[in-house]
């Protein structure tokens, strides 16, 4: 494997070994939180705290890997040798991916609800206008066709909308029951995509070939599952 391959397993591995592990952290403290305000259970006092932290941290984190995806994707392609767009094309998509970063760190730190709407937005438009670009695979951009939800991008995308949705209300969250409801019904969506991208996540990584093999593989006629001979 070349550099370049080990940059494009990055998000899968993060996604393996730190979001998974967290997202099934979360959703115990998450029920024991849940038992300890409702049933009344014995259970420590810092339990819903320790939810709010760490669901602040496996949001940001979704964000955060998505972006690391994005850029990788963008990058290894716009820079290519066989028609990438050089690196002064991508420089506005550099400054797009650093904003980005910097509103969804800002989102973490400011208290007003508006400026959390703001910087909650500005994120998000962000992910989507990365995700726009030419460079990044999608099945389909018609919600109305089927392949539009296999996507793995617009599953991502939905997850971190729900993702930045819980960090831009999490005072909201902690404070009134109706905004907890939201949350909950929120994150149940939230828990069946990421199972969904766990398995379109794999699907895809079948499909991406080493860079050695992308030469030959161009040769192909996927729609026709067919290739032409490998030069001897």
């Known amino acids: 494997m070349q550099a370049i391959d080990w940059l494009w397993i990055i998000h899968p591995f993060l996604a393996v070994t730190l979001i998974y592990p967290l997202i099934g952290v979360v959703a115990r403290l998450g029920l024991q939180t849940r038992q300890r305000r409702v049933e009344q259970a014995k259970l420590p006092p810092s339990t819903g705290r320790d939810h709010s932290d760490l669901g602040q941290w496996l949001a940001a984190a979704v964000v955060v890997i998505v972006l690391i995806a994005l850029a990788v994707v963008i990058g290894s392609k716009g820079l290519g040798s066989d028609g990438g767009r050089g690196a002064t094309a991508l420089t506005p998509l550099l400054l797009a991916w650093l904003g980005s970063i910097s509103a969804l760190i800002a989102l973490m730190r400011v208290r007003g609800a508006a400026l959390r709407l703001s910087f909650s937005l500005i994120t998000w438009l962000g992910l989507l206008s990365l995700g726009a670009q030419p460079e990044v695979f999608r099945l389909s951009d018609n919600p109305l066709q089927p392949a539009f939800w296999q996507s793995h991008y617009w599953g991502g995308v939905m997850v971190c909308g729900l993702m930045i949705f819980n960090l831009a ?16 019904a929120a994150n149940v969506l939230a828990a069946i995509l990421f199972i969904c991208q766990g398995l379109s996540g794999t699907r895809d990584l079948l499909e991406i070939p080493l ?3 992308q030469p030959f593989l161009s040769q192909c006629n996927w729609s026709e599952a067919t290739c032409a001979d490998q030069p001897r």
């Open 169 to 184: 209300a999490r005072p909201e969250i902690l404070n009134h029951r109706r905004w907890r409801r939201v949350h909950i």
């Open 211 to 213: 860079s050695w093999q």
